[in-house]
Each structure stands twice: as structure tokens, then as C-alpha cells.
């Protein structure tokens, strides 16, 4: 994906020269309170961001993150993620996150919103799904502003910070979000 740039940020490719707004994110443990991994350190950080340079959508493995870059304050803030599923090629997950002072302001929204388009008008995906922890209350809330629907509620499917807990997993179908661009325009 070629960088895009939106009314307050531009959605690009991550680069190693990303590493200190990444770590400051990435240990943030309000960032990681309802994830199943621990803070990241600088090693695996640098080994992420040099994956990053070369993974291509579609490869295996090829989890994309792409940097959500403030245009005013000239810095990553956080990241919009999205993994073709395997065996599947026409599905996909996404996922975010925000450093938490760039939080309430509608980024991950407006970035989440670059991804869809990137995954049903370009990559011609069928279905867009993303799962969070039932307590993670900003980022199903997230999915319902992308218009995605909750699909399911799984029973103690992750084991996070000492504890099994529940998820909901959300969708969205190609033509369900190409409904929703219609109505934007026509709206
Ligand atoms: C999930 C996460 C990215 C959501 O971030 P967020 O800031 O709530 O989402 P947005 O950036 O889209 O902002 C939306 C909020 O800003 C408000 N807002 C303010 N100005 C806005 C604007 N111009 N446009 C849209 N929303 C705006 C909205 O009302 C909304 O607040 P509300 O949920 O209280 O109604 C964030 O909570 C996060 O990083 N969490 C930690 C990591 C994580 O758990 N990731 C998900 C793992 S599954």
C-alpha cells in the first residue's frame, strides 16, 4: 500500500527509524492491558521493524502493520494491522493500536478506515473480521463505528494476563462496506 494520506494522518509502511514512538506504545501496559503479550523489548522491537520493511501482504507470516503517522505532531502514534488468514486468501483480520494520549480523538477510526478500503477495493477481500477481549470496550466500539457486526461471543478463548477471557469476534462483508461507501457519498 502506497502511504495515504487522510485529513489529520498519513497511513504508511512502518520503518526501523520508527523504533522509539513504537517502544513507547508497545510497553504502554494501558496498550497491552487486553492483549496475551508482555511490553516489548528494544531487540524484538528492531527485528519487528525490519520484518516489516520487506513483509508483503500475503506472504506467510505476513502480519502488516502500517504506522499511524500524526501530520501535526510529525510522529507514529500507533499502528493499523492486517493479516490475510491463512488458506483464504480472499479474508482478512485487522487490528490497532493508539498510544494513549492520542486516544478519544477519532485516529484509529480515521486510519481503520484506510485499511477497509485497502482491503475491499484493492485487495478485493471478502470479509474483514477483527476479535478483542469482551472488556475492551474501545475497541468493539471501534468496530461498530467501522460498521462491522458482531458475530459471535467466544467463551474464555485467550488466555490473557494470567486469566482465561472471552472475545467478541466482528465482521464485514466486501458488499456491506461498499453499501456503507455509498451512503457516505449519497449522504
Ligand atoms: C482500541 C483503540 C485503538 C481505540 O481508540 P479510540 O481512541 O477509542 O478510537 P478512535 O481513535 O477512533 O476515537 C474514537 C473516540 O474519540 C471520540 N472522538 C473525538 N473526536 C472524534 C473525531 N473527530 N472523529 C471520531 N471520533 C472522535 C469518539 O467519540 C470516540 O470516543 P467514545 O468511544 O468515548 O465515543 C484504543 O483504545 C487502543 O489503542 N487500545 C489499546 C490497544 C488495544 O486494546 N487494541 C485492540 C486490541 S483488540
Known amino acids: ?13 512502518m520503518t526501523e527509524t520508527d523504533l522509539l514512538d513504537f517502544l513507547t506504545y508497545q510497553t504502554h501496559p494501558k496498550v ?3 492483549m496475551p503479550v508482555e511490553p516489548l523489548t528494544e531487540e524484538r522491537a528492531m527485528r519487528f521493524l525490519a520484518r516489516q520493511a520487506v513483509v508483503e501482504i500475503g506472504d506467510e507470516g505476513g502480519y502488516i502493520v502500517f504506522a499511524i503517522h500524526h501530520i501535526g505532531d510529525a510522529k ?20 490497532w ?3 494513549p494520549i492520542y486516544q478519544g480523538h477519532g485516529y484509529a477510526t480515521e486510519a481503520a478506515q484506510v485499511l477497509l478500503t485497502y482491503g475491499f477495493a484493492h485487495r478485493k477481500l ?3 473480521t477483527s476479535i478483542c477481549d469482551t472488556r475492551n470496550t474501545a475497541s468493539f466500539r471501534l468496530m461498530e463505528r467501522l460498521g462491522m457486526r458482531r458475530e459471535g461471543h467466544l467463551r474464555q478463548s485467550q488466555f490473557i494476563k494470567g486469566s482465561w ?14 453499501a456503507q461507501q455509498s451512503v457516505t457519498v449519497d449522504g
Open 126 to 128: 471478502h470479509r474483514i
Open 76 to 95: 507514529m502514534i500507533g499502528e493499523v494491522g492486517i493479516n490475510l488468514l491463512p488458506w483464504a486468501q480472499s479474508k482478512g483480520e485487522i487490528g
Open 97 to 99: 493500536s493508539l498510544h
Open 1 to 13: 500500500m502506497q502511504p495515504v494520506v487522510t485529513r489529520r494522518l498519513i497511513i504508511r509502511r
Open 165 to 178: 477471557q472471552d472475545e467478541y469476534i466482528y465482521a464485514l462483508l466486501d458488499d456491506e462496506w461498499l
Open 32 to 34: 497491552l492491558r487486553y
